[in-house]
């Protein structure tokens, strides 16, 4: 990333910053704003619970200070209960925080310094609340950057997919149970921050409890949904989001599904900002916010919205890796979404094979009850890039799944959307789910995972209710699979793969279930085509150079550690991935402080026995300088039977090395159809 030092305007920093609220909490805020003399200009909220004076301040240091230095007024603000800010922070999205988010959004417009205007961008958390936040209309927000983030709490996040329960809900939950346990500086709070940790420790709670509470699509997720009313949002949103990421869908609903002007952007990235992007290539995505805010918030005719609506990164085929620094591709460009260009190809799976439309498939069938072991290649529901967790070759998986391969292709195919398998089927147990993947198989037979989809066999067309599969009747379904643009080569073939389990990504179901899929001409597979003739391509606007401000200095003083490491005991027959992502200690230098992350996951499962899957998480946390050294470590623990889940969770708290509080968690929460 090019680092920019010369801006068009001189930037004023306040460190320190604390914003009133109407019941006397007080949220931390770091505020840069131009030095513009008697000039008001707008300002923009980022509004996450990451502690904007430490793990977020490099990367805050990249963003926030260019947009000020065109002429804007940047405000990174803790959430309540977290980084510096007061009170405790005991849930996503609570009403509370969106409360907040609004007065926080009332006093911006109210300083001198502002021009009564106000906008909202955020990466996941922060992309989240902008959409909410924008659904309440308050008076002064004129448009919203959401990155990484979904409409749709349920059906679209990192708890649930499809109805099944994601191995990243346990993941996520451990993170903020670590998070929400930090303390705040008592540089910033003074002897206050005792009382302040202790208070986070005894009230934030324990989120994995809630959430597994809630195993259909009720009240709770409907909360924050914003797909439940989208003709609430009445100001302009540029939705962006990766292949590599868990939210690339939501930017193509929110593309169909708004009325107000709107961008789409769905780059090779993983959960990154998009001048940040792992893959590469990485893009000038401050020059397009830059641009986006001149037309919504000051008002200037530029041609932002002369792009596309949608612009993607049109995949090429590559082999299967972990990680990737680029992905070889084009950026395409549709100028409405759902495009007219697509074209819904629907293909019948034969025995083996995925048939050309129109074929005669006769009567077949073929059944698979895959080993729990099936999914270990998976990588993560949402990819960070660090450790590599990416989905690797698929072959290992595909061999405890039905497969059905295409004829070698003869001539180039790209497709752009959501493809989707329907079948017909039967079950003998009366909980199930299914994964169904698309790869790109090479000539040399290596297996590159495409896209998936997951869906909980049990529920009915919106999650909001379950019921008992019954043994050997004839069901259909539709499997929709994650949104991508990928080209497949000549000599290459497509295949389609079906597995009972997609273990530790999902959690199986309760026990094996055979599942026989009927060939009859009601199982297919339909592939969203777009035509490889460009004679009528929408040519998008090429991206600049990624830029940003210099990084904030920071020295590494420990190294860290990354590992993914899959294993497998042929005594016990035991297998278990192990993650381990250890920042090392990275000392701030501007404000002497020395920080320590590390966090290591192990999902476990022993043979075919579906009471076995364990997921355990430990995170290490750590805070010192001279005269203070704070750290906590948390432990979560996910087991099941086939009626219940057990959750198991401690809470260890140091000060100077003598622990000062420890707290554990034990409960028992019933399973409904999961």
């Known amino acids: 990333m090019h680092h920019v030092t010369a801006l068009p305007h001189k930037i004023i920093e306040e460190q320190g910053v604390e914003i009133p609220l109407s019941d006397g909490t007080r949220l931390a805020a770091r505020i840069w704003r131009p030095d513009s003399g008697e000039e008001p200009v707008p300002a923009i909220l980022e509004f996450i619970p990451y502690r904007q004076r430490d793990l977020t301040a490099q990367r805050d240091s990249t963003i926030h200070p260019y947009l000020a230095g065109h002429g804007y007024a940047c405000a990174r603000v803790d959430l309540r209960g977290s980084g510096d800010s007061e009170g405790v922070l005991q849930d996503e999205y609570l009403e509370q925080e969106l409360c907040d988010a609004e007065e926080v959004l009332a006093w911006l417009a109210a300083q001198p310094w502002c021009s009564g205007r106000t906008g909202m961008m955020g990466i996941s958390w922060g992309g989240f609340n902008a959409l909410q936040v924008a659904a309440r209309r308050p008076e002064s927000l004129g448009a919203i950057v959401t990155l990484c983030s979904t409409d749709d709490r349920y059906a679209d996040d990192v708890h649930y997919m499809g109805g099944c329960l994601l191995g990243d809900n346990l993941s996520w939950a451990s993170t903020m149970f670590a998070y929400t346990a930090c303390p705040p500086d008592p540089a910033m709070v003074g002897e206050r921050w005792r009382e302040m940790w202790q208070q986070r420790i005894d009230r934030s709670g324990l989120w994995l409890d809630t959430w597994l509470r809630h195993q259909l699509r009720d009240d709770y997720w409907r909360h924050g949904s914003v797909c439940e009313d989208l003709s609430a949002i009445e100001v302009p949103v540029m939705a962006v989001s990766g292949w590599a990421d868990g939210y690339s869908n939501a930017v193509f609903r929110l593309m169909e599904g708004l009325d107000v002007p709107r961008l789409g952007l769905v780059g090779p990235w993983s959960h990154k900002y998009p001048h940040l992007g792992v893959p590469g290539p990485a893009i000038g995505f401050l020059q397009q916010c830059v641009r986006w805010w001149d037309r919504w918030l000051k008002g200037v005719d530029n041609d932002v919205m002369d792009e596309p609506m949608v612009r993607t990164w049109m995949q090429e085929s590559v082999p299967p890796s972990t990680s990737y620094e680029e992905r070889p591709g084009r950026w395409v460009g549709e100028p409405r979404w759902p495009s007219p260009r697509i074209r819904r190809q629907t293909h019948p799976l034969m025995r083996d094979r995925i048939a050309e439309p129109g074929t005669d498939v006769g009567s077949d069938n073929l059944s698979v009850e895959s080993p729990l ?118 000599g290459h073939r497509l295949r389609v793969s079906v597995s009972t389990s997609y273990w530790p990504l999902a959690w199986p179901p309760p026990q094996p279930v055979l599942l026989t899929v009927l060939l009859e001409g009601n199982s297919t597979v339909v592939l969203p085509v777009r035509p490889t003739d460009s004679s009528d391509e929408v040519a998008p ?122 707290r554990t968690w034990n409960t028992v929460i019933p399973r409904d159809h999961v």
């Open 373 to 490: 072991t099936v999914g270990q290649y998976a990588g993560k529901w949402c990819s960070y890039n660090a450790p590599p967790d990416l989905p690797y070759d698929q072959r290992e998986d595909d061999g405890g799944s039905l497969v059905f391969d295409s004829e070698v292709l003869s001539e180039r195919l790209e497709i752009l959307g959501a493809p989707e398998v329907n079948l017909e089927f039967t079950v003998d147990r009366p909980v199930a789910m299914v994964s169904v993947r698309l790869s790109d198989v090479a000539p040399d037979g290596r297996a590159t995972r495409v896209t998936y989809g997951l869906l909980n066999l049990t529920h009915s067309a919106d999650h909001s209710d379950a019921e008992d599969l019954v043994p050997g009747k004839r069901y259909r379904v539709s499997v929709p699979m994650n949104g991508v643009a990928q080209a497949f080569p000549p």
């Open 541 to 662: 606007q090429p991206f600049g150079e990624a830029e940003g401000t210099p990084p904030l200095e920071t020295t590494q003083v420990e190294p860290g550690e990354q590992q993914w490491k899959v294993e497998r005991d042929l005594v016990d027959y035991e297998s278990s991935l192990r993650v381990v992502k250890d920042l090392g200690t990275v000392r701030f230098e501007d404000i002497g402080l020395e920080v320590s992350r590390r966090a290591e996951e192990v999902y476990t499962v022993r043979g075919d026995d579906f009471s076995s899957p364990r997921g355990t998480t430990e995170w290490r946390m750590r805070f010192r300088r001279d005269g203070w050294d704070v750290e906590t470590v948390t432990t979560s623990e996910l087991t099941a039977t086939p009626e219940v889940f057990y959750v198991n969770a401690t809470l260890d708290a140091y000060e100077n090395g003598d622990r000062v509080t420890a």
